[in-house]
């Protein structure tokens, strides 16, 4: 019946959602030096008017006391790169996208611009154990497009955060990882409440009951609904807020057989789920290099 409305949608006009969210990472470092290098194919630098090419081993350093103005970092072609960014002996990631560095009091701040689906991806990755059933994986990627659809600019120079003030991610995922499917199947799929989307929340373990919340910002009263599986291996064991899905639950529920659908009708009711339109056409990336979507 799900499916069969889910198709139905596909067919007619579809709502746009944005193709890239920007995400400020290593906020909680506070960095003052950032290093960043190529990860596949050279990348391009763009400082004030200067430009230069990386490739193989080279690495460039931005120190907060040198800048004033921002490096851009992109592919040859002033699109998404493939990178490494660092904070030298601290902690070194990889991404997809294009990178802004920028001075910011005493300390730099680094946003990457990146496609929503591979955020979506990334944020199942660090949410998520791999080895969880791919329907609750599924489940945890449309929660996640959904926030990233609902909440809209929550920093002042970027969308969302690293951490879990918005959405916890680290590097993305390899693209054959089952975050990346999860992501990919379920690709456009957000959840609603009211005709709009719903910024979701979702938290680790509910001890065998979520919580009721009226009052939430999008008008969507959370439920307090019953959860199998913490109640059979975790009862009174609770991580998280206990508000929406419960990941946990969820890899229960998909275990004994519930696809994505089931579950989040489950911790989420009232809603119901949406088909958007995507405005390119996203191509499941091969690593390396990873082919990408051009606007
Ligand atoms: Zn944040
Ligand atoms: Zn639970």
Redesign the pocket.
């Known amino acids: 019946m799900r499916k069969a409305l889910l198709c139905f949608l596909l067919a007619v006009a579809l709502p746009a959602l944005s193709q890239t969210v920007d995400i400020?990472v290593f906020?909680l470092f506070k960095p003052v030096e950032l290093r960043v290098s190529p990860a596949f194919t050279p990348i391009l630098i763009t400082t004030n008017a200067t430009s230069k090419i990386l490739e193989g081993r080279q690495s460039f350093t931005v120190r907060v006391a040198q800048r004033t103005a921002p490096v851009r970092v992109t592919s040859r072609d002033g699109a998404a790169a493939d990178f490494h960014l660092s904070i030298p002996g601290k902690i070194d990631r990889q991404f997809h996208g294009i990178l802004t560095i920028r001075p910011r009091g005493h300390k730099l701040e680094a946003v990457v611009s990146i496609d929503r689906e591979i955020a979506v991806a990334s944020v199942v990755a660090a949410e998520m154990t791999p080895n969880a059933p791919l329907e609750a994986l599924k489940a945890q990627a449309v929660a996640a497009r959904s926030y990233y659809a609902a909440a809209g600019r929550?920093?002042d120079t970027f969308d969302?955060?690293d951490?879990t003030?918005?959405q916890f991610l680290r590097a993305w995922p390899n693209p054959a990882s089952p975050a990346f499917r999860a992501a990919q199947e379920t690709r456009g799929i957000t959840l609603e409440y009211a005709g709009k989307p719903l910024a979701a929340l979702y938290s680790a373990s509910c001890g065998g009951q979520t919580r009721a919340l009226a009052d939430t910002a999008d008008g969507y009263p959370y439920y307090s609904v019953p959860c199998d599986f913490c109640r059979r291996h975790a009862p009174g064991i609770v991580r998280g807020h206990q508000l929406g899905l419960c990941q946990n639950g969820a890899a229960g529920m998909a275990a004994a057989g519930a696809d994505f659908q089931a579950i989040l009708d489950h911790y989420f009711p009232g809603t119901s789920l949406a088909q958007n339109r995507l405005n390119a056409i996203f191509l499941l990336p091969v690593p390396p290099p990873l082919r990408h979507s051009k606007d």
């Open positions: 400020g906020t929550r920093h969302f955060c951490t003030h918005c």
